[in-house]
């Protein structure tokens, strides 16, 4: 197992879906309108490249894979034909674990209550709404095609289609957003009950007409101190009604009434800084454990290898329609691959461990990995942020404090 993982027994899978119907202002991920016409031969490009991948995973006697993530783009516009293509393809290619978490991102405005019974039916097990905001005017800004309305459709269809670990996802930080009007947006999604939310601050990216706004003086620049105020507020109020935050950006509740518990092999069990609702596909990520990334411009980590695959669709089709098997993780559709170092796992590990704003970074995980303590081989960075009010370091575990979670940055950079 250790072959294709290159540590741990657990592999997940992220599949890109990199459509949408309109892009959004804020958003610079890869990700195409008006390309709707090349879905159908995409996902068929889409399962080639998982039944090459997962036979080279066999053949280096893969681990298990205990989540999947269709992300995006907007997932949701694939139809149920090609989500079970899809699956079929992940299912005959790999050995999934018996609780391996499914999870689809869709847009309020892209589904029907047919739609997601078809789901579950499929067994995605968990879906993550992209609900924004609950302001009409803030869903403009950020060129959202929904309403507040479509969203709360969205859950109360996925409820009766037996979806019972939801996420919503919201944005904050915005020009023009006032605190009282991103306070009405949290209560107004904390009371409709989902088991997870995720809370993310505007960030103004290269190349996104937002950022072109905001630097023409269309819309002023967003206040980072009221980012800041607005982040504490969510974090305290969040916490009042049953959510643990347990990365930087995400809260989840704990209760498993309803929901199976943990898999036995998921990163969640055995931690109980880990709430039972919490993300585990993201957790891989964040505990830089391996991941195969599928699909236009997917990024991946397995075999002591970060790598990307090429970004335009057209180019993915042609190189899985003409490209042949390619050495573990990779496929036809490669673009770059670098291997990591021991070094440089160690400095990934602690600035993405260090997210996990409960769990951190404990020494007896780091030392069982690495063969070297935290204390040993980051001995001097640790008390330096710790004595700058960072961090939390004991000795065993490091962890951020709240003022830390402001200033990730800054604690970050310590460990490049």
Do not use: K
């Amino acid at each position: 197992m250790a072959g294709v993982a290159g540590h741990g027994n657990d592999l997940s899978i992220y599949l890109h879906v990199p459509f949408c119907s309109f892009r959004c202002a804020y958003c610079d991920f890869n990700t195409y309108a008006g390309l709707e016409h090349l879905m159908a031969s995409y996902v068929a490009a889409l399962c080639r490249e998982v039944r090459l991948v997962g036979a080279e995973a066999r053949a280096a006697a893969g681990a298990a894979v205990h989540t999947i993530f269709f992300g995006g783009g907007t997932p949701s516009l694939l139809t149920l034909d090609q989500v079970a293509a899809l699956l079929g393809a992940l299912r005959e290619s790999f050995a999934l674990a018996p609780e391996c978490e499914i999870t689809l991102e869709a847009n309020p405005g892209t589904v029907s209550r047919a739609y997601l019974e078809g789901l579950r039916a499929l067994g995605v097990s968990r879906l993550s709404l992209g609900v924004q905001s609950s302001h009409p005017h803030e869903l403009r800004l950020l060129d959202r095609h929904h309403l507040f309305g479509d969203a709360v459709q969205a859950l109360i269809w996925a409820r009766a289609a037996g979806f019972d670990n939801v996420n919503l996802d919201l944005i904050f930080g915005l020009p023009h957003q006032t605190l009282a009007q991103w306070q009405a947006t949290l209560l107004r999604v904390i009371g409709l009950g989902p088991e997870h939310i995720s809370a993310y601050a505007l960030s103004l990216e290269h190349g996104t007409p937002m950022r072109a706004w905001v630097y023409r003086g269309l819309l002023p620049m967003p206040d980072p101190d009221l980012a800041a105020e607005m982040y504490d507020w969510a974090s305290e109020t969040l916490g009042r009604h049953g959510y643990i935050q347990y990365e930087i950006s995400n809260w989840a509740r704990d209760e498993v009434s309803g929901l199976r518990p943990p898999a036995s092999d998921s990163p969640t069990s055995g931690d109980r800084r880990l709430p039972a609702y919490a993300c585990r596909h993201n957790v891989q990520y964040w505990r830089n454990q391996p991941y195969l990334g599928l699909g236009a411009g997917a990024h991946g980590y397995a075999a002591g290898f970060r790598y990307s695959n090429v970004l335009a669709p057209s180019a993915f089709i042609q190189r899985l329609e003409q490209g042949g098997a390619a050495p573990f993780p990779f496929s036809p559709a490669l673009a770059q691959s670098v291997p990591v170092s021991a070094e440089d796992a160690m400095g990934e590990t602690m600035m993405m461990g260090m997210r996990l704003v409960q769990a951190g970074v404990a020494s007896a995980d780091f030392q069982a990995r690495f063969g070297v303590s935290l204390a040993e081989r980051y001995g001097r960075e640790l008390e330096r942020l710790t004595a700058r009010g960072l961090i939390e370091w004991d000795g065993e575990r490091a962890r951020l404090t709240p003022q830390g979670r402001l200033l990730g940055n800054l604690v970050f950079r310590e460990f490049v």
